[in-house]
């Protein structure tokens, strides 16, 4: 029980940093592992042997996710409102490679979270498709088909980003 | 062994994920380097996966917050931490800057062998196209809305399927006439609109591969936009330099009215 524990614990830095991606917001990341955990906690017997903590506990934190996800959708039905569209359009573009961190994260927001989802855990947390698969519950084709165009989305927000980066700069 | 496979963009991703077979990736490699588009799309998923990782990094690498620093003394109650709100808000917060800017993501996939390229390319002659003929005030179109019947059989015959240009009153835009262009070497149909105000927005319709299907897309470039979509063998795309969320309340009721003209019973 002690040794399931420690990976447990060892697994926190990784799985703060998924949940931070997928949420953008520290706290409410934190709060995503907190719950993960209590949650892995209570169910250590569900916890096979021979399974990477890893994967296990990624696979947790999804179910937490998406069913909270769930909840929000319906609850913000009514709230959604029109993004900003408040860019200058009258200013050329500049490429500019500027992203902060900041930037970046904000562009990832921009992605479905199923396409966020199986894109950080593939290219961020190293996992294999096999797993990924595995810990989103989807076959490796959908997975694949998540990732490219999760790629492919993210591709363009973050020319958007620097877009955007570009005009703030022109407009000083 | 594997040299007469043929590769494609999806092998880029396998490749970066490390999950291309062993005895594949020299002649992958060797693709890349005779195929510059390509290398260049895996220069780039490559640079922005390491901009994604150093985005995170500093996460996984700082110190562990108190609540989970109480947990790994054994036997901490973690249920005792106090909380802020609870962590969906944030998602739901989330969820709505999501669904406004891709409102239309409801249907299917960019299939993996779709080029990147070829998909972008109409997205980018349709917001070169409105740029062009959307600011011109004598030759906007070539072909007026009041010979709107000949324009949509001509531009229909062109293309090859029965076009419609959508009836926009509803978003304030009335149709002012189209005409036909050039997307490559395929022929592509351009219908322009204008609101009292006089903006004007377009709705690009030309050829794609056929098993290509997407979701709304939004691209940008250079201060005009356009919300595109790939199906059954054409990309659609309707362009203009307004806000995003004006842009995609008539993409959508464009894209509504045009799914219903499929319908082989309408």
């Not at chain 2, 390491?50 to 054994?74: I, K, M, Q, T």
């Not at chain 2, 010979?147 to 531009?155: A, E, Y």
């Not at chain 2, 030309?206 to 691209?219: D, V, W």
Request: aromatic share 8%; glycine share 6%.
């Amino acid at each position: 029980m002690e040794e399931k524990k420690q990976a447990i614990l060892a697994e926190i830095p990784n799985l703060r940093r998924y949940a931070r991606a997928l949420l953008r917001d520290p706290d409410a990341a934190d709060d995503l592992v907190q719950d993960c955990l209590e949650r892995a906690l209570s169910r250590l017997d569900n916890w096979q042997t021979g399974e990477s903590p890893r994967r296990w506990l990624f696979t947790v934190m999804h179910h937490l996710f998406i069913d909270e996800k769930r909840r929000a959708r319906r609850r913000g039905r009514t709230l959604v409102e029109s993004p900003a569209g408040n860019e200058d359009a009258a200013v050329a573009p500049v490429q500019l490679d500027v992203l902060a961190s900041r930037d970046v994260l904000d562009a990832l927001q921009g992605i479905s979270a199923d396409r966020r989802a199986a894109l950080l855990l593939v290219a961020v947390e190293g996992l294999s498709y096999a797993q990924a698969a595995t810990v989103l519950e989807i076959p490796t084709g959908t997975l694949m088909s998540r990732i490219a165009r999760g790629r492919e989305e993210l591709r363009v927000l973050l020319d958007r980003a620097r877009r955007r980066k570009s005009i703030r700069v022109v407009e000083k | 062994m594997n040299d007469h496979r043929v590769y494609t963009d999806r092998d880029i991703h396998l490749a970066l994920d490390g999950e291309l077979l062993e005895d594949e990736r020299a002649a992958f490699a060797r693709w890349l380097e005779d195929n510059p588009p390509m290398k260049a799309v895996s220069e780039r998923y490559a640079a922005d996966r390491e901009l994604l990782r150093d985005a995170l990094a500093p996460v996984a690498d700082e110190p562990l917050p108190a609540r989970f620093a109480g947990f790994s003394e054994a036997g901490a109650d973690m249920r005792k931490v106090p909380r802020r709100a609870p962590w969906w808000r944030a998602a739901a917060a989330a969820a709505i800057f999501v669904a406004g800017g891709a409102a239309g993501y409801f249907y299917g996939m960019l299939r993996a062998e779709q080029s990147v390229s070829s998909v972008l390319r109409i997205a980018d002659d349709a917001v070169a196209a409105h740029v062009i003929f959307a600011a011109e005030k004598l030759h906007v179109v070539e072909v007026a809305a009041d010979q709107k019947d000949h324009l949509v059989g001509w531009l229909s015959k062109r293309l090859g399927t029965r076009l419609q240009a959508p009836d926009l009153e509803r978003e304030g835009f009335r149709l002012i006439g189209g005409r036909l262009l050039a997307s490559g070497d395929a022929p592509a149909a351009q219908f322009m609109y204008e609101n009292p105000e006089g903006a004007r927005i377009s709705l690009y319709v030309t050829h794609c591969a056929p098993a290509a299907e997407t979701g709304f897309r939004l691209y940008e470039h250079e201060g005009a936009r356009t919300f595109y979509w790939l199906d059954e063998g054409f990309g659609y795309a309707v362009a203009g330099s307004m806000p995003e969320d004006m842009l995609l309340r008539i993409a959508n009721a464009s894209y509504r009215q045009l799914l219903s003209g499929q319908d082989p019973s309408g």
